[in-house]
Protein backbone atom coordinates (compact mmCIF):
# COMPACT_ATOMS: atom_id res chain seq x y z
CA UNK A 1 0.00 0.00 0.00
CA UNK A 2 1.36 3.82 -0.70
CA UNK A 3 0.90 5.79 2.16
CA UNK A 4 1.67 6.38 5.42
CA UNK A 5 2.47 4.29 8.59
CA UNK A 6 2.53 6.03 12.13
CA UNK A 7 3.64 3.82 14.78
CA UNK A 8 3.14 5.29 18.13
CA UNK A 9 4.06 4.26 21.17
CA UNK A 10 2.15 4.93 24.74
CA UNK A 11 2.34 4.07 28.38
CA UNK A 12 -0.52 1.20 28.04
CA UNK A 13 0.46 -0.03 24.36
CA UNK A 14 1.58 0.42 20.43
CA UNK A 15 -0.48 1.92 17.94
CA UNK A 16 -0.19 1.29 14.36
CA UNK A 17 -1.93 4.31 12.14
CA UNK A 18 -2.01 3.70 8.79
CA UNK A 19 -3.88 6.32 6.17
CA UNK A 20 -3.15 6.59 1.56
CA UNK A 21 -1.55 9.62 0.47
CA UNK A 22 -3.91 11.92 1.37
CA UNK A 23 -3.65 11.30 4.70
CA UNK A 24 -7.36 12.11 5.41
CA UNK A 25 -8.44 9.49 6.69
CA UNK A 26 -6.97 6.80 9.16
CA UNK A 27 -7.40 3.04 10.74
CA UNK A 28 -6.46 2.59 14.53
CA UNK A 29 -5.35 -0.58 14.91
CA UNK A 30 -5.71 -2.28 18.60
CA UNK A 31 -3.60 -2.01 21.33
CA UNK A 32 0.03 -4.02 20.34
CA UNK A 33 2.06 -5.20 23.73
CA UNK A 34 -1.75 -4.02 25.53
CA UNK A 35 -0.65 -3.11 28.89
CA UNK A 36 3.01 -2.38 28.14
CA UNK A 37 4.62 0.57 28.63
CA UNK A 38 5.73 1.07 24.58
CA UNK A 39 8.91 3.52 24.43
CA UNK A 40 9.96 3.69 20.98
CA UNK A 41 8.75 1.71 18.13
CA UNK A 42 10.65 2.65 14.65
CA UNK A 43 10.60 0.62 10.99
CA UNK A 44 13.56 -0.18 9.19
CA UNK A 45 14.45 2.47 6.71
CA UNK A 46 15.58 -0.53 4.32
CA UNK A 47 12.73 -3.04 5.05
CA UNK A 48 9.35 -1.78 5.25
CA UNK A 49 7.87 -4.75 6.76
CA UNK A 50 10.34 -5.15 9.55
CA UNK A 51 9.48 -2.83 12.82
CA UNK A 52 11.16 -3.09 15.80
CA UNK A 53 9.48 -2.29 19.29
CA UNK A 54 10.63 -1.87 22.73
CA UNK A 55 7.86 -2.66 25.44
CA UNK A 56 8.50 -3.24 29.03
CA UNK A 57 6.67 -3.01 32.54
CA UNK A 58 8.09 -2.90 36.35
CA UNK A 59 6.21 -5.90 36.68
CA UNK A 60 7.98 -7.86 33.84
CA UNK A 61 10.90 -6.14 32.83
CA UNK A 62 12.15 -5.28 29.13
CA UNK A 63 10.94 -6.53 26.92
CA UNK A 64 12.37 -6.12 22.84
CA UNK A 65 9.89 -7.81 19.54
CA UNK A 66 10.16 -7.58 16.27
CA UNK A 67 7.83 -7.87 13.66
CA UNK A 68 8.42 -9.25 9.90
CA UNK A 69 5.19 -8.32 8.46
CA UNK A 70 4.62 -4.53 8.83
CA UNK A 71 3.31 -4.87 12.46
CA UNK A 72 0.62 -7.88 11.80
CA UNK A 73 2.65 -10.17 14.19
CA UNK A 74 5.24 -9.99 16.33
CA UNK A 75 7.74 -11.80 17.70
CA UNK A 76 10.00 -11.36 21.30
CA UNK A 77 13.97 -11.46 20.37
CA UNK A 78 16.74 -10.56 22.34
CA UNK A 79 16.08 -8.57 25.60
CA UNK A 80 19.39 -9.45 27.52
CA UNK A 81 21.44 -6.04 27.68
CA UNK A 82 24.80 -7.04 29.75
CA UNK A 83 27.49 -3.96 30.06
CA UNK A 84 30.52 -5.52 28.21
CA UNK A 85 33.11 -4.73 31.02
CA UNK A 86 33.30 -3.49 34.96
CA UNK A 87 30.62 -1.09 35.13
CA UNK A 88 32.12 1.70 37.43
CA UNK A 89 29.61 4.18 38.65
CA UNK A 90 28.14 7.54 37.68
CA UNK A 91 26.98 10.21 39.97
CA UNK A 92 23.93 10.00 41.68
CA UNK A 93 21.31 12.71 42.60
CA UNK A 94 23.04 13.37 45.56
CA UNK A 95 26.33 13.28 44.09
CA UNK A 96 27.31 9.52 45.42
CA UNK A 97 29.40 7.60 42.42
CA UNK A 98 26.00 5.57 41.67
CA UNK A 99 27.03 1.96 39.84
CA UNK A 100 25.63 1.71 36.46
CA UNK A 101 22.10 -0.07 36.11
CA UNK A 102 20.26 -1.43 33.14
CA UNK A 103 16.51 0.01 33.82
CA UNK A 104 14.80 0.31 30.01
CA UNK A 105 15.41 0.50 26.10
CA UNK A 106 14.68 4.11 25.44
CA UNK A 107 15.06 3.99 21.63
CA UNK A 108 15.65 1.42 18.56
CA UNK A 109 17.64 2.84 15.58
CA UNK A 110 17.69 0.45 12.62
CA UNK A 111 20.51 0.90 10.38
CA UNK A 112 20.77 2.79 7.21
CA UNK A 113 22.85 0.56 5.40
CA UNK A 114 22.34 -2.89 6.78
CA UNK A 115 18.96 -4.74 7.02
CA UNK A 116 19.83 -6.96 10.36
CA UNK A 117 21.81 -4.02 12.31
CA UNK A 118 19.89 -2.21 14.83
CA UNK A 119 20.94 0.37 17.63
CA UNK A 120 19.80 0.45 20.97
CA UNK A 121 19.94 3.43 23.59
CA UNK A 122 19.37 2.16 27.41
CA UNK A 123 19.26 3.65 30.78
CA UNK A 124 21.05 3.66 32.63
CA UNK A 125 23.03 5.65 29.57
CA UNK A 126 24.54 3.21 26.78
CA UNK A 127 24.21 2.09 23.69
CA UNK A 128 24.16 -1.37 22.27
CA UNK A 129 24.40 -2.83 18.68
CA UNK A 130 22.42 -6.10 17.09
CA UNK A 131 23.57 -7.30 13.75
CA UNK A 132 21.19 -10.15 13.77
CA UNK A 133 18.16 -8.48 13.42
CA UNK A 134 17.72 -8.14 17.21
CA UNK A 135 18.17 -11.73 18.09
CA UNK A 136 21.62 -10.16 20.57
CA UNK A 137 23.07 -7.50 21.41
CA UNK A 138 26.38 -6.61 22.31
CA UNK A 139 27.13 -2.81 23.93
CA UNK A 140 29.45 -0.50 22.35
CA UNK A 141 30.84 0.23 25.67
CA UNK A 142 33.81 2.93 24.86
CA UNK A 143 30.28 5.39 25.03
CA UNK A 144 29.84 4.33 28.51
CA UNK A 145 33.39 3.88 29.79
CA UNK A 146 34.20 7.65 27.98
CA UNK A 147 36.63 9.15 30.67
CA UNK A 148 33.63 11.87 31.65
CA UNK A 149 31.06 9.24 32.49
CA UNK A 150 31.95 9.64 36.20
CA UNK A 151 30.64 12.38 35.96
CA UNK A 152 27.90 12.14 34.23
CA UNK A 153 24.15 12.28 36.28
CA UNK A 154 20.75 11.84 35.66
CA UNK A 155 18.02 14.03 35.28
CA UNK A 156 14.59 13.97 36.93
CA UNK A 157 13.46 11.87 34.02
CA UNK A 158 16.35 9.31 34.33
CA UNK A 159 19.95 8.97 32.53
CA UNK A 160 19.33 6.96 29.12
CA UNK A 161 20.76 7.21 25.59
CA UNK A 162 16.94 8.77 23.62
CA UNK A 163 18.78 9.63 20.06
CA UNK A 164 20.89 8.25 17.38
CA UNK A 165 21.82 10.00 14.65
CA UNK A 166 23.18 7.80 12.16
CA UNK A 167 25.28 9.44 9.34
CA UNK A 168 23.68 8.78 5.86
CA UNK A 169 26.49 7.47 4.30
CA UNK A 170 29.03 6.75 6.33
CA UNK A 171 27.82 4.00 9.02
CA UNK A 172 30.65 4.85 11.28
CA UNK A 173 29.74 8.14 11.89
CA UNK A 174 26.97 8.35 14.50
CA UNK A 175 25.79 10.64 17.14
CA UNK A 176 23.92 10.15 19.85
CA UNK A 177 22.25 12.39 22.92
CA UNK A 178 22.47 11.52 26.39
CA UNK A 179 20.15 13.08 29.67
CA UNK A 180 21.60 14.61 30.98
CA UNK A 181 25.33 14.25 29.71
CA UNK A 182 25.01 15.62 26.16
CA UNK A 183 26.17 14.96 22.45
CA UNK A 184 28.58 12.16 21.77
CA UNK A 185 29.99 11.72 18.11
CA UNK A 186 31.97 8.42 17.11
CA UNK A 187 33.19 8.57 13.70
CA UNK A 188 34.91 4.73 14.26
CA UNK A 189 31.81 2.87 14.54
CA UNK A 190 31.76 3.39 18.49
CA UNK A 191 35.40 2.33 19.05
CA UNK A 192 35.94 5.52 20.23
CA UNK A 193 33.22 8.76 21.24
CA UNK A 194 34.42 12.37 21.61
CA UNK A 195 31.62 14.94 23.44
CA UNK A 196 30.00 17.47 21.26
CA UNK A 197 28.74 19.85 23.33
CA UNK A 198 30.96 23.38 22.69
CA UNK A 199 28.66 26.27 22.87
CA UNK A 200 25.92 25.14 24.86
CA UNK A 201 25.22 26.89 28.15
CA UNK A 202 23.44 25.26 30.94
CA UNK A 203 23.20 27.95 33.80
CA UNK A 204 21.51 24.76 36.07
CA UNK A 205 25.48 23.26 35.73
CA UNK A 206 28.11 24.57 38.20
CA UNK A 207 30.08 24.90 34.73
CA UNK A 208 27.93 26.50 32.29
CA UNK A 209 29.87 25.12 29.50
CA UNK A 210 30.92 22.18 30.69
CA UNK A 211 32.62 19.51 28.69
CA UNK A 212 29.55 16.87 29.73
CA UNK A 213 26.63 17.50 31.75
CA UNK A 214 24.32 19.26 29.18
CA UNK A 215 20.56 18.23 29.27
CA UNK A 216 20.09 17.63 25.57
CA UNK A 217 16.15 16.57 25.00
CA UNK A 218 16.30 15.76 21.51
CA UNK A 219 18.96 16.49 18.26
CA UNK A 220 17.90 16.20 13.91
CA UNK A 221 19.49 15.87 11.31
CA UNK A 222 18.76 16.59 7.61
CA UNK A 223 20.19 13.53 5.43
CA UNK A 224 21.19 15.78 2.74
CA UNK A 225 23.60 18.08 4.91
CA UNK A 226 24.72 15.54 7.34
CA UNK A 227 27.03 17.88 9.54
CA UNK A 228 24.18 20.30 10.32
CA UNK A 229 22.55 19.16 13.17
CA UNK A 230 19.53 20.97 15.27
CA UNK A 231 19.17 20.48 19.16
CA UNK A 232 16.17 21.16 21.30
CA UNK A 233 17.90 21.40 24.59
CA UNK A 234 16.00 21.83 28.12
CA UNK A 235 16.28 25.48 27.65
CA UNK A 236 17.62 26.52 24.34
CA UNK A 237 17.39 25.63 20.66
CA UNK A 238 20.75 25.01 18.74
CA UNK A 239 22.32 24.62 15.57
CA UNK A 240 25.74 23.51 14.35
CA UNK A 241 27.09 23.46 11.01
CA UNK A 242 30.22 21.91 11.52
CA UNK A 243 29.35 18.21 12.59
CA UNK A 244 28.55 19.25 16.37
CA UNK A 245 31.79 20.86 16.63
CA UNK A 246 30.72 23.87 17.60
CA UNK A 247 26.58 25.26 18.91
CA UNK A 248 24.81 28.54 18.61
CA UNK A 249 21.82 29.50 19.46
CA UNK A 250 18.58 29.63 17.54
CA UNK A 251 16.12 30.26 20.19
CA UNK A 252 15.05 33.51 18.56
CA UNK A 253 11.39 34.70 18.78
CA UNK A 254 10.52 31.24 20.44
CA UNK A 255 7.44 32.12 23.41
CA UNK A 256 9.95 29.54 25.34
CA UNK A 257 12.69 28.04 24.27
CA UNK A 258 12.08 24.88 26.42
CA UNK A 259 10.46 21.79 24.77
CA UNK A 260 11.02 18.21 23.99
CA UNK A 261 10.82 17.36 20.61
CA UNK A 262 12.53 19.33 17.30
CA UNK A 263 12.11 17.81 13.57
CA UNK A 264 13.57 18.68 10.22
CA UNK A 265 10.97 18.83 7.14
CA UNK A 266 11.55 15.75 4.89
CA UNK A 267 12.55 17.99 1.61
CA UNK A 268 13.82 21.16 2.75
CA UNK A 269 16.68 21.26 4.92
CA UNK A 270 16.88 24.42 6.57
CA UNK A 271 12.68 23.87 7.96
CA UNK A 272 12.65 23.02 11.19
CA UNK A 273 9.96 22.34 13.89
CA UNK A 274 9.67 22.75 17.84
CA UNK A 275 6.90 22.76 20.19
CA UNK A 276 7.52 25.14 22.74
CA UNK A 277 7.09 24.39 26.59
CA UNK A 278 6.44 26.95 29.38
CA UNK A 279 9.22 25.48 31.66
CA UNK A 280 10.75 22.90 33.65
CA UNK A 281 8.50 23.70 36.05
CA UNK A 282 5.43 23.54 34.02
CA UNK A 283 5.98 20.77 31.41
CA UNK A 284 2.81 22.28 29.37
CA UNK A 285 2.47 24.75 26.48
CA UNK A 286 2.80 28.32 26.91
CA UNK A 287 -1.06 29.84 28.25
CA UNK A 288 -2.74 26.95 27.18
CA UNK A 289 -2.20 27.07 23.47
CA UNK A 290 -0.45 24.45 21.77
CA UNK A 291 1.60 25.49 18.81
CA UNK A 292 4.14 24.01 16.79
CA UNK A 293 6.71 26.75 15.62
CA UNK A 294 8.32 26.35 12.28
CA UNK A 295 11.52 28.19 10.62
CA UNK A 296 12.00 28.21 7.19
CA UNK A 297 15.49 29.44 8.09
CA UNK A 298 17.32 27.30 10.39
CA UNK A 299 16.39 28.80 13.70
CA UNK A 300 16.11 32.69 14.75
CA UNK A 301 13.09 33.42 12.87
CA UNK A 302 10.07 31.50 13.73
CA UNK A 303 6.18 31.12 13.16
CA UNK A 304 3.82 29.51 14.76
CA UNK A 305 1.71 26.91 13.28
CA UNK A 306 -2.02 26.98 15.03
CA UNK A 307 -4.35 25.97 12.46
CA UNK A 308 -6.04 22.65 13.84
CA UNK A 309 -4.31 22.46 17.24
CA UNK A 310 -6.29 23.70 20.36
CA UNK A 311 -5.51 27.50 21.37
CA UNK A 312 -7.30 27.36 24.63
CA UNK A 313 -7.22 24.86 27.93
CA UNK A 314 -4.68 22.66 26.84
CA UNK A 315 -1.97 21.37 28.99
CA UNK A 316 0.00 18.49 27.17
CA UNK A 317 3.22 17.91 27.08
CA UNK A 318 5.01 16.73 23.93
CA UNK A 319 7.93 13.93 24.66
CA UNK A 320 11.30 14.13 23.00
CA UNK A 321 10.71 11.14 20.40
CA UNK A 322 7.15 12.34 19.95
CA UNK A 323 7.19 13.89 16.65
CA UNK A 324 8.45 12.53 13.19
CA UNK A 325 8.21 13.59 9.31
CA UNK A 326 6.71 11.86 6.59
CA UNK A 327 8.74 11.92 2.85
CA UNK A 328 5.49 12.35 0.76
CA UNK A 329 6.17 15.36 -1.88
CA UNK A 330 3.86 17.69 0.85
CA UNK A 331 5.58 16.52 3.86
CA UNK A 332 3.39 15.33 6.68
CA UNK A 333 4.17 15.78 9.78
CA UNK A 334 3.49 14.24 13.20
CA UNK A 335 3.17 14.78 17.07
CA UNK A 336 1.52 12.83 20.18
CA UNK A 337 0.79 14.19 23.41
CA UNK A 338 0.86 13.30 27.01
CA UNK A 339 -3.24 13.56 26.82
CA UNK A 340 -3.41 10.93 24.15
CA UNK A 341 -3.95 12.81 21.13
CA UNK A 342 -1.28 12.10 17.74
CA UNK A 343 -2.04 15.13 15.48
CA UNK A 344 -1.04 15.61 11.88
CA UNK A 345 -0.39 17.71 9.16
CA UNK A 346 -0.38 16.52 5.48
CA UNK A 347 1.05 20.47 4.16
CA UNK A 348 3.97 21.13 5.94
CA UNK A 349 2.26 22.29 9.43
CA UNK A 350 0.09 25.03 7.55
CA UNK A 351 -2.98 23.07 9.12
CA UNK A 352 -3.30 20.21 11.54
CA UNK A 353 -6.12 17.16 12.43
CA UNK A 354 -6.41 15.29 15.06
CA UNK A 355 -5.47 11.36 14.23
CA UNK A 356 -6.72 10.13 17.48
CA UNK A 357 -7.33 11.82 20.28
CA UNK A 358 -8.06 9.13 23.20
CA UNK A 359 -4.90 6.98 23.14
CA UNK A 360 -2.38 6.82 26.43
CA UNK A 361 -0.50 9.38 26.84
CA UNK A 362 2.11 9.10 23.87
CA UNK A 363 5.65 8.25 24.58
CA UNK A 364 6.97 8.20 21.21
CA UNK A 365 5.78 8.79 16.96
CA UNK A 366 7.35 7.49 14.31
CA UNK A 367 6.31 7.27 10.44
CA UNK A 368 7.33 5.09 7.61
CA UNK A 369 6.25 6.44 4.06
CA UNK A 370 5.41 3.53 2.00
CA UNK A 371 6.11 3.15 -1.43
CA UNK B 1 3.45 -32.41 37.22
CA UNK B 2 3.39 -28.86 38.87
CA UNK B 3 0.67 -26.88 38.16
CA UNK B 4 1.82 -23.05 37.51
CA UNK B 5 -0.50 -20.08 37.20
CA UNK B 6 1.01 -17.14 36.00
CA UNK B 7 -0.16 -13.27 35.46
CA UNK B 8 -1.99 -12.14 32.32
CA UNK B 9 1.14 -10.49 30.53
CA UNK B 10 3.33 -13.70 30.86
CA UNK B 11 0.47 -15.76 29.61
CA UNK B 12 0.43 -13.70 26.09
CA UNK B 13 3.99 -13.24 25.97
CA UNK B 14 4.19 -17.09 26.41
CA UNK B 15 1.50 -17.71 24.30
CA UNK B 16 -0.03 -20.49 27.04
CA UNK B 17 -3.17 -20.38 29.18
CA UNK B 18 -3.29 -19.78 32.80
CA UNK B 19 -2.07 -22.34 33.93
CA UNK B 20 0.47 -24.41 32.55
CA UNK B 21 1.89 -27.47 33.82
CA UNK B 22 5.71 -28.40 34.18
CA UNK B 23 7.68 -31.19 35.23
CA UNK B 24 10.80 -30.85 38.16
CA UNK B 25 13.24 -33.73 38.53
CA UNK B 26 14.15 -33.86 41.99
CA UNK B 27 13.25 -32.06 44.74
CA UNK B 28 10.51 -29.35 44.49
CA UNK B 29 11.40 -25.40 44.83
CA UNK B 30 10.41 -22.61 43.50
CA UNK B 31 13.61 -22.78 42.18
CA UNK B 32 13.49 -25.62 40.33
CA UNK B 33 9.69 -24.84 39.41
CA UNK B 34 10.67 -21.79 37.90
CA UNK B 35 13.89 -23.17 35.95
CA UNK B 36 11.89 -25.69 34.70
CA UNK B 37 8.96 -23.20 33.52
CA UNK B 38 11.83 -21.04 31.56
CA UNK B 39 13.15 -23.83 30.02
CA UNK B 40 9.96 -24.67 29.06
CA UNK B 41 9.11 -21.33 27.97
CA UNK B 42 12.38 -19.38 27.27
CA UNK B 43 10.71 -15.60 26.57
CA UNK B 44 9.76 -15.38 30.49
CA UNK B 45 13.33 -15.26 31.17
CA UNK B 46 14.03 -12.11 33.36
CA UNK B 47 10.42 -11.89 33.35
CA UNK B 48 9.71 -13.34 36.66
CA UNK B 49 13.75 -13.36 38.23
CA UNK B 50 16.72 -10.82 37.35
CA UNK B 51 18.72 -13.00 34.73
CA UNK B 52 22.10 -12.74 36.91
CA UNK B 53 21.16 -12.47 40.09
CA UNK B 54 17.90 -15.31 40.02
CA UNK B 55 16.09 -12.84 42.44
CA UNK B 56 12.56 -12.38 42.64
CA UNK B 57 11.40 -9.05 40.08
CA UNK B 58 10.89 -6.45 42.91
CA UNK B 59 7.01 -6.03 41.94
CA UNK B 60 6.04 -10.56 41.70
CA UNK B 61 4.95 -12.28 44.62
CA UNK B 62 4.72 -16.02 44.74
CA UNK B 63 2.10 -17.74 46.54
CA UNK B 64 0.73 -21.41 47.38
CA UNK B 65 -0.82 -23.26 49.52
CA UNK B 66 -2.62 -19.42 50.80
CA UNK B 67 0.54 -18.84 51.97
CA UNK B 68 2.69 -15.79 50.57
CA UNK B 69 6.13 -18.01 49.78
CA UNK B 70 7.80 -14.45 47.83
CA UNK B 71 9.99 -14.28 50.52
CA UNK B 72 11.02 -17.81 51.68
CA UNK B 73 13.99 -19.46 50.71
CA UNK B 74 14.07 -20.30 46.81
CA UNK B 75 16.02 -23.76 47.79
CA UNK B 76 13.80 -24.68 50.13
CA UNK B 77 10.94 -27.87 49.04
CA UNK B 78 7.44 -26.48 48.38
CA UNK B 79 4.49 -27.54 50.70
CA UNK B 80 3.24 -31.32 49.58
CA UNK B 81 0.08 -30.30 47.78
CA UNK B 82 2.20 -27.94 45.29
CA UNK B 83 4.80 -30.68 44.45
CA UNK B 84 1.93 -33.24 44.26
CA UNK B 85 -0.10 -30.77 41.54
CA UNK B 86 -3.04 -30.87 43.74
CA UNK B 87 -2.45 -27.04 44.52
CA UNK B 88 -1.28 -24.28 41.82
CA UNK B 89 1.76 -22.34 42.34
CA UNK B 90 1.20 -18.90 41.82
CA UNK B 91 2.42 -15.93 40.13
CA UNK B 92 1.08 -12.81 40.40
CA UNK B 93 2.05 -9.26 39.55
CA UNK B 94 1.73 -7.34 42.92
CA UNK B 95 -1.07 -4.62 42.88
CA UNK B 96 -0.02 -1.53 41.56
CA UNK B 97 -1.76 0.77 44.62
CA UNK B 98 -3.67 4.17 44.02
Redesign the interface.
Given at each position: MSGVRVLVGTRKGGFILTSDQKRQKWEVSEPQF???EVWHMKASPLNPDRLFAAPS???????VHRSDDGGKTWE?IG??F?YASETGTHLWYDGTPHPWEFARVWHLEPSLTEPDTVYAGIEDAAIYKSTDAGQSWAEMAALRTHPTSTKWMPGAGGMGVHTIVQHPEDPKRIFVAISSAGVFKTEDGGESWQPMNKGLKSPQLPEPEAEVGHCVHRIAMHPSRPDTLFMQKHWDVMRSDDAGATWTEVSGNLPSDFGFPIDVHAHEPETIYVVPILSDSYHYPPDGKLRVYRSRTGGNDWEPLTKGLPQKDCYVNILRDAMAVDRLDSCGIYFGTTGGQVYASADSGDSWSPIVHDLPAVLSVEVQTLA | MIRVVLPQHLQTLAKCDREVQVTVAGVVTQRSVLDALEALYPVLRGTIRDRDTGERRKLLRFYGCQEDLSNEDPDTPLPEPIAMGREPYLIIGAMAGG
Open positions: AGWTGWFGQQPNEK | -
